[in-house]
């Protein structure tokens, strides 16, 4: 809200020094956007929070600095001498959109002379923005301005019929503005209309047929009251947003309307001459009171935390126009609003309106909260070991928008089949499908280092997941995955996730399972579990997928639900005792056929041990057909024996050994080489 | 040569060698003495050497064995200056070794600084006995609106302020329409769903993403990160929540710092504030906040004259960013690593 200096004296006192007056406006809740100077004249533009209609004018401007300064406000006094000619005999309105416009009121002016407005009134709207049409455009906007009541002034000659009908637009009207442009109007809009034609949207702009010009004679001023929903609708759908809609939105004062309606004829005929027609047309004249408000005494303190002298209480909502109703009790106090203050409904607003001109400065900063012990939540300690691993490991932690394009969702999803779901709005550009997993806004992360600077990022991210839930109005499953990108061989990343998951306190190594996933190369994807617990996917990732962002391959992608990763963790490592007797090292070497794989190997050898087994170390695969024949490998292998409470003899470490080769032959017909 | 004339001339080389080793003093004198006897090129020991050629064959064998004599006493010799001037064993520095150059430097990753911020913001609210809390980034209106005295036909609400989830009833319209599923757009919806579960007293900060749609620059991106706290008990008071914001922000940006409230205007607040800091002499906008609204308390079920509580949130993006200097948001959600190995 655009303030001019020289007008604004013209309601108040402003002998105070204008900064002192800037920062107190801002710390009683007109904040101080800035001030320009505009032909000698200080503008100061004012931020009016939404709830604060009453400010959307000079005038009450003005009573927020006489209450800050226990000054009064000089309310222009408004004298208008009317014909005998009745109104209604000239013009009639009817009401058919009542929800939208609970009060309409229309005037008329007979005999003006349209032409320039007088210096004064074009410098005053020039310091706030508005540029000068003609004396009577320029006086409707002028009230505006001065208290925030919109107004319209219509061509009365170019209203049909004499009468002015308010409803909603219909089915493919079309409306033309005053600034010249076509509008599509809807039944949601609500018109002002004639007896033809639309002739303005309420309370947002009016139509170019309508409008005041040169040869305009005879007029009707409309001042009324239009529903903030409507208004809104209206004005974002045909994106014409108007300073008539703002404060529409915000609401107006609805004894206001007729003192807007007389001010701007009492201006109209000073500066343009003419006859106001005797009375006004007015749909809605009673206007409700205002219900009452209790202050009960001891809230102000229990809710600001502290004393104010209840004389002091009553002489701010007094000055902020809150009449006390008399109907006190030893409860507290009961106020009755003033009606321009729609946000004053409840004790708490009455709290606020003392705080606020009290001054939140006398609000001390040495009240302390009792203590209270507060734990770090496991997750977070989680989150920290994850991210310590990963670091660690040379990958770094991104962070990636939640919400991605068709492409990126398409390429890969390996935990769900359900399409994504999406937004109304995009988000960034053509972004409107929220992530079914975090793994294809890496790659798109590892293919722009790729493209921009020929890094090979190798990434993480932490962050929710989206998967449709079944039935449709329940809201989606969202759970934290850790979705991990890196170059390089699958054996890398997967020894990435088992550091990690022997960091997180687990012992058991993560299952694999092959899968096929889109987005993944064939038989290079695996499904990962801990015990029976599904923990994630890990794999190779398609050179198809790879093609798409540019990027060469190798790239191996794996995503862990970190739910699943946290329900088997054990932040709190239990010291296991170190066996203070020597160990026995024996590497074996393996022949066997190609399709056994390591973790049966491993499963064997463990149970032939038992307790015994320190450690088992995979050292390497090699293949020689010429020796071994097809579809043979050499399996090289190490196994550390030893015992926690005895020395290993030779003997016992042979049989041992002899146990795995055992086994080994009986169960995976692997044969020992020597 | 005669056999005698080679013997003597390895004779005169042993004693020159000898006491040239002796009497080296410093890294200088040994590397001359070094390169004149046993130098590759010029070393007078490979001159000698040469001279082994004009020995009659039937006495090249005693020559050899003297030669080999000499050669080792003169390595002896160079040995024992050696470690006489490296002051000790023979893992003495080679002289091509250069520390200035660089390490190996194993390859570590980085944390995201938003992480970074909101750990540190953690960890200044933990120490005032805040735990943290979260919750879904897809809501409904209840927890994002209504329970937060955000009614019906409230701008907050709009469709095209929010991210509201595509419906058949979404598609059907040509327009968009408020859904029953949104992004949520702030994470009060976290300190109502504790609400709903939990008596006073309660003390939490909620974290996370929110959604705006907003058109990227500079200082603007549809999702960002919010840090909320939240104070319900018996007798809480705006005193308290002026205390506890100084004490945050003196905590967070290390000096005695100077607080202000201004006036503003949150549905879920009353009173509302906006609160700034005043730092290196400037004022800066910290966020919002306020004493939770009755018409809330009244919403999860806690009655309003028995319980006051103060909320506050903040922009973890604008703390982030002014902390490390950061100018474009953006930078923060490009996955760029030029960005973010500087972190």
């Known amino acids: ?674 | 040569m005669s056999l005698q004339d080679f013997l003597a001339s390895l004779d005169a080389l042993q004693c020159d060698a000898q006491s040239a080793f002796d009497s080296a003093d410093d890294a200088e004198s040994f590397e001359a003495a070094r390169v004149a006897f046993t130098g590759a090129k010029k070393g007078r020991l490979k001159d000698v050497q040469k001279q082994m050629g004009a020995v009659p064959n039937e006495e090249k064998k005693t020559a050899g064995l003297k030669l080999n004599e000499v050669k080792s006493a003169i390595q002896t010799a160079l040995e024992t200056a050696q470690s006489r001037l490296g002051g000790g064993d023979d893992s003495g520095v080679d002289p091509t070794f250069d520390p200035t150059l660089p390490g190996n430097r194993p390859i570590i990753g980085h944390i995201h600084p938003i992480t970074q911020t909101i750990n540190h913001l953690m960890e200044i609210m933990g120490r005032m006995g805040f735990e943290a809390a979260e919750g879904p980034e897809v809501e409904d209106p209840w927890h994002n609106f209504v329970a937060l005295n955000i009614p019906e036909d409230h701008p907050a609400r709009d469709p095209l302020d929010n991210f509201y989830l595509a419906t058949a009833a979404a598609a059907k319209a040509d327009r968009n329409v408020e859904g029953e599923q949104l992004l949520r757009s702030q994470t009060s919806t976290v300190q109502i769903r504790i609400m709903e579960e939990r008596q006073p007293p309660i003390r939490i900060i909620s974290l996370g993403r929110v959604y705006r749609p907003d058109q990227p620059d500079a200082t603007h991106f549809p999702m960002f990160h919010q840090m909320e706290g939240l104070l319900v008990d018996k007798n809480v008071t705006m005193a308290n929540l002026k205390t506890v914001l100084r004490v945050f922000a003196t905590n967070y940006l290390g000096d005695d710092v100077e607080i202000r409230f201004r006036p503003s205007f949150f549905p879920f607040t009353e009173p509302s504030v906006e609160v700034d800091f005043l730092w290196d002499g400037t004022w800066i906008e910290f966020g919002g906040a306020g004493m939770i609204d009755p018409n809330v308390f009244k919403a999860v079920g806690y009655d309003p004259d028995e319980v006051s509580g103060f909320a506050f949130g903040l922009g973890v993006e604008r703390l982030c960013m002014r902390r490390h200097g950061i100018t474009d948001i953006r930078d923060l959600y490009s996955g760029d690593l030029r960005f973010l190995r500087q972190f």
């Open chain 1, 1 to 674: 809200m655009l303030v001019s200096w020289k007008w604004l004296s013209k309601y108040v006192d402003l002998s105070m020094d204008r900064e002192e007056l800037e920062t107190r406006l801002s710390l009683s809740g007109l904040n101080h956007e800035g001030t320009e100077i505009v032909g000698g004249d200080p503008v100061i533009d004012l931020e009016v929070t939404s709830n604060r209609g009453d400010c959307l004018g000079h005038l009450g401007v003005a009573r927020e600095i006489a209450v800050l300064y226990g000054t009064s406000v000089k309310t222009p006094e408004v004298v208008i001498s009317e014909s005998d000619e009745a109104v209604d005999s000239l013009l009639s309105v009817e009401n058919q959109f009542i929800d939208a416009c609970p009060r309409y009121t229309a005037r008329v002016i007979k005999g003006v002379r349209v032409g320039p407005s007088p210096d004064w009134m074009v410098e005053a709207l020039a310091a706030v923005g508005i540029a000068s049409v003609n004396n009577v455009v320029d006086s409707t906007n002028y009230v505006t301005m001065e208290c925030g009541q919109p107004l319209h002034a219509f061509d009365f000659a170019k209203v049909a019929g004499a009468k002015i009908v308010v409803r909603p637009g219909k089915k493919d009207e079309k409306f033309r503005a005053i600034d010249h442009k076509d509008y599509q109007l809807d039944d949601s809009t609500c018109v002002i209309a004639d007896a033809k034609q639309a002739d303005a949207i309420a309370g947002v702009m009016g139509g170019a047929e309508s409008e005041v010009d040169e040869s305009t004679t005879d007029l009707v001023i409309e001042a009324a009251v239009f529903t903030p929903l409507v208004v809104r609708r209206a004005a974002r759908k045909l994106k014409l947003h108007s300073p008539s809609s703002y404060r529409f939105e915000r609401k107006v004062d609805p004894v206001g309307v007729d003192w807007a309606s007389r001010r701007v004829c009492q201006l109209i005929q000073e500066l343009a001459g003419g006859e106001v027609a005797k009375g006004v047309i007015d749909t809605a004249p009673e206007i409700a009171d205002r219900e009452s408000i209790t202050l009960r005494s001891g809230q102000v303190k229990r809710i600001l935390g502290i004393d104010i002298d209840p004389q002091e209480i009553t002489r701010i909502l007094n000055e902020l126009g809150c009449t006390a109703d008399g109907d006190d009790s030893d409860q507290g106090i009961s106020y009755v609003p003033p009606t321009w203050r729609h946000d004053l409904t409840r004790e708490a607003d009455l709290i606020e309106e003392v705080a606020r001109i009290y001054g939140y400065d006398k609000i001390p900063e040495d009240a302390p909260i009792p203590v209270a012990p507060s734990e770090k939540r496991p997750f977070d300690v989680a989150m920290d070991r994850v991210r310590a691993v990963l670091t660690a490991a040379g990958m770094s932690e991104a962070m990636t928008p939640s919400v991605v394009t068709a492409k990126v969702d398409d390429s890969l999803s390996p935990w769900t089949d359900k399409p994504a779901l999406q937004t109304q709005t995009q988000m960034l550009k053509g972004s409107k499908r929220l992530r079914r997993t975090l793994i294809p806004s890496l790659l798109q992360g590892r293919a722009n280092n790729w493209a921009t600077a020929s890094i090979e990022a190798n990434l993480f991210e932490i962050s929710h997941i989206y998967l449709p839930s079944d039935a449709g109005d329940t809201l989606p499953s969202e759970q934290y995955s850790l979705g991990l990108v890196a170059g390089g061989d699958f054996f890398d990343l997967k020894g990435i996730i088992e550091s990690l998951i022997l960091r997180m306190g687990i012992s058991e190594p993560a299952k694999v399972t092959p899968v096929e996933r889109p987005g993944f190369a064939k038989g290079g994807a695996v499904e990962l579990s801990l015990g029976d617990a599904p923990l994630g996917y890990l794999g190779v990732v398609d050179p198809k997928v790879l093609k798409q962002w540019k990027l060469p391959h190798p790239v191996v992608a794996a995503e862990l639900s970190l739910p699943a990763l946290l329900d088997a963790s054990r932040l709190v490592p239990q010291q296991q005792s170190v066996s203070a007797f020597p160990s026995v090292q024996r590497d074996l070497n393996f022949v066997l056929a190609e399709s056994v794989r390591w973790s049966e190997m491993e499963n064997v050898v463990r149970s032939a041990v038992g307790d015994d087994l320190a450690d088992l170390v995979y050292v390497e695969t090699y293949r020689d057909e010429k020796k071994d024949g097809k579809g043979t490998k050499r399996l090289l292998l190490s196994v550390v024996l030893q015992k926690s409470d005895d020395t290993l003899s030779g003997d016992q470490a042979d049989a041992l050994i002899q146990s795995i080769v055992a086994s080994c032959e009986k169960k995976l017909s692997a044969k020992l080489l020597s």
